[in-house]
């Protein structure tokens, strides 16, 4: 008997028809002998309703009440997949993230979890009951409510198959599972069957949007084994969907690339002529950070006359503020000779392991590219990814470019 946490995104649960397919897969879980937790999302749409309504009543509503509300749509989905499995003859009991006690810290809207107390979902589970619990939410040591951001949910199911050791993480979405890249751009893009954490983390952070960041730092951190598949696959035809893993495959030769990873969500600042001094960085930086403006690639020029042009890219969300802080703040303090700004660029990255062991992918990615005429504006590298930044409209070129040059569209032996 294995004990299983699956997690339901919003599109799984947004309707009564969806709930009672997720309640018949539950059910088909449980009746092989199987332990079950599921944590579910808010229907689909719910919660910017919420957001939207919240900010009709006030333009900047209290972020402890915002918490408040916009809680209450995982409390309507947990309590009808209780109703739903109950009415099929399966024992179901529904926690919000209080109940089940979800300790966070009290940062609202963005909240980090502290602990989890299982004493009430092990004592269900023992009684032959599947446990459902509100994902996103928690409660702080003073007992307010708090959310976790935006795709939440998916850490709260990461949390709790680590709070209680499960066997394995089911993370059901609209997908059946990770793909070498998004299949909308390029058709002949693979299922991947494995991925491991590394190359899963930085597909996750550089916008592949099939897990949340945070959910794949903390299985990696507790060591918790993931599978991402669809909810929506009918019965008899169900996929093993993607497994993360630990381990960098049992293959003679691990390919080189397991994925193309892209993010329109790019801005590039530059700060032309500034003094080429020690601390010049921090100065730039610093006012940025103060924002609570998160930085990604950053390069600084060989200097020239004792000048230098540093540059950086930002969520785009964040250009225009992040450039007028530059302006106000940055330039006249250390005597820039000017701030230059392009909010049409993206980050196209190579993701794989396996290049730990094969020189020459850089050169062959730049070489793609340049056969296209795309020009590199930035690089970026760790130990398993190249990333780099193009002008937007090249996005869709360069993704598919790299996908066929490093033959993702072919099936590894």
Not at 328 to 335: I, S
Request: glycine share 8%; charged share 25%; hydrophobic share 40%.
């Amino acid at each position: 008997m294995a004990l299983i946490v699956q997690k339901y995104g919003g599109t799984s649960m947004g309707s009564p028809e969806r709930i009672r397919n997720v309640a018949k897969r539950v059910a088909r879980w449980k009746a092989q002998g199987n332990q079950l937790v599921v944590v579910v999302s808010a229907m689909s749409g719910e919660t910017n309703r919420l957001l939207a309504l919240a900010k009709d009543v006030s333009p900047q509503p209290s972020p402890r009440e915002l918490d408040v509300m916009i809680s209450t749509g995982e409390q309507v989905t947990i309590a009808l997949l209780a109703m739903a499995l109950n009415d099929i003859g399966v024992k179901a009991k529904s926690y919000t993230g209080a109940q089940v006690k979800v300790l966070t810290d009290s940062t609202f809207t963005k909240a980090r979890i502290l602990d989890i107390d299982d004493q009430n979902i092990r004592r269900d589970l023992d009684d032959g009951a599947v446990v459902i619990v509100a994902g996103f939410q928690g409660v702080d040591q003073h007992g307010n409510i708090t959310t976790l951001g935006r795709g939440g949910s998916d850490t709260s199911g990461v949390a709790l198959a680590a709070a209680l050791k499960a066997d394995e993480c089911q993370i059901y979405t609209d997908v059946d599972g990770v793909y070498t890249t998004d299949p909308r751009i390029v058709p002949e893009a693979r299922k991947l069957d494995s991925v491991t954490f590394e190359e899963m983390l930085e597909m996750a952070s550089l916008g592949s949007k099939v897990l949340q960041i945070r959910s794949v730092e903390f299985a990696g951190k507790y060591k918790v084994k993931l599978r991402v598949l669809s909810s929506f696959e009918e019965e008899g035809k169900e996929t093993l969907g993607t497994l993360i893993t630990f381990e960098e495959g049992n293959k003679m030769e691990q390919p080189i690339i397991s994925g193309i990873a892209f993010n329109r969500d790019e801005a590039k600042l530059t700060v032309l002529g500034v003094p080429d001094r020690p601390g010049i960085a921090y100065q730039i930086l610093g006012a940025i950070a103060e924002a609570n403006i998160d930085v990604d690639m950053i390069i600084q020029n060989v200097g020239h006359d004792g000048t230098t042009d540093f540059s950086f890219t930002v969520p785009r969300g964040e250009f225009s503020r992040a450039k007028t802080i530059l302006e106000e703040q940055v330039k006249p303090h250390v005597g820039a000779r000017a701030i230059e700004g392009d909010s049409h660029i993206c980050k196209v990255s190579a993701v794989g392991v396996g290049m730990r062991s094969h020189p020459g992918v850089a050169s062959k990615m730049f070489r793609a590219l340049a056969e296209e005429g795309i020009n590199i504006q930035m690089i970026s590298t760790s130990e398993i990814k190249i990333s780099v930044v193009v002008d937007e409209k090249y996005l869709e070129l360069a993704v598919r470019v790299l996908h066929k040059t490093f033959e993702l569209d072919q099936a590894s032996a």
